[in-house]
């Protein structure tokens, strides 16, 4: 595409984003107290997680129900997180806005802490598409082969130790211990968690549960069973479904412009993992070309704006670029 019809191009779609946002605006009044938009989506979302929490230690609900519901609830704080990022709750009030930030947190623990991430995250924005977009890598982004890219999904800890060597190459800004301690104290405390379960329950597996543990392990890990359900892997469900999504559909390499930095993914076969990642691949791109709107906003207008991202060159389900690392031919 001709330089000049890539900014039309360009031009016209942010102009149709933001025109379609005023109509909303306009029509329903309520949408212009977004403080209090933001902060009710944020007490509603942890209101479910810890009623889930309750539930399943009182006996209420089962295991699989406590995890799936709870993703979905940890999904909607991920959303709150960018948004918080781009400052679009409580841009005035410092203190309320960091009260969010650090509760987000504590929902979504298996994350670096949101101040740290608010930098890779505008840097995702200058560089997507390229060696230096850290964001992305740290997810899987650009990694050809399948079982290292499903571990980097998975396990985000195990794959900044795995590809440190390769991102302090191609990142000049890159440090393994600023990006390490940028998970401290919860996601280090998430990882405990985590790895103690799966070497408890693995060492089980291998010797049978005839082996006599001390009452003080046995006790740790009554805690550690009721924190798996209740936090643990329903965020281990969402950031591996938000992970798969977004991984898949960011390019790397070979990008030119902002029309070519995503494609969007709303193909039926992905429908379980948007569930746990609230539709992102179905309106991320949109957040590429107009980054300051809350995520309400992008979900609602995204019917009428996939149509003109289609008819200006975006792509849809691209899913063959994964076949090549993400590259964007």
Partial sequence: MHHHSVSTAINTIVSEIKNEEQKLRSKYRFLRYQNLIGLGILLFALSGMLAMAWLYYAGKVNAL?????TAIFASLSHELEHDLIHKQYFRANSLLHNVM?????FMRPNTINPWYRRKIHIHHHKTS?????LEERLVG???RNPFLRLIVIVDGLLGLVIFRKALARDISSFHFLKVFNAGFPITTSYYIVLYSAVFYHGFNLLIGEAYSYPWWLQEY????NILLVVLVLPNLLRSVSLNLVTSSMHYYGGVKNLLEQTHVINHWLVLPFQLFCFNFGTTHTIH???PNQPFYIRQWLSPRIL???KEHGVRFNDFESIRNANRYA
């Avoid at 129900?65 to 519901?69: D, F, R, Y």
């Avoid at 930030?101 to 947190?105: I, R």
């Avoid at 598409?129 to 977009?133: A, F, I, L, P, R």
């Fill in 307 to 309: 149509p003109i991202l």
């Fill in 65 to 69: 129900v406590c995890v799936l519901c």
């Fill in 221 to 224: 890990m009554n805690w550690v």
């Fill in 129 to 133: 598409g390229t060696k230096e977009d």
């Fill in 101 to 105: 930030m650090l509760t987000v947190w």
């Fill in 288 to 290: 590429h070309f107009v």
């Fill in 141 to 143: 982004n650009g990694i």
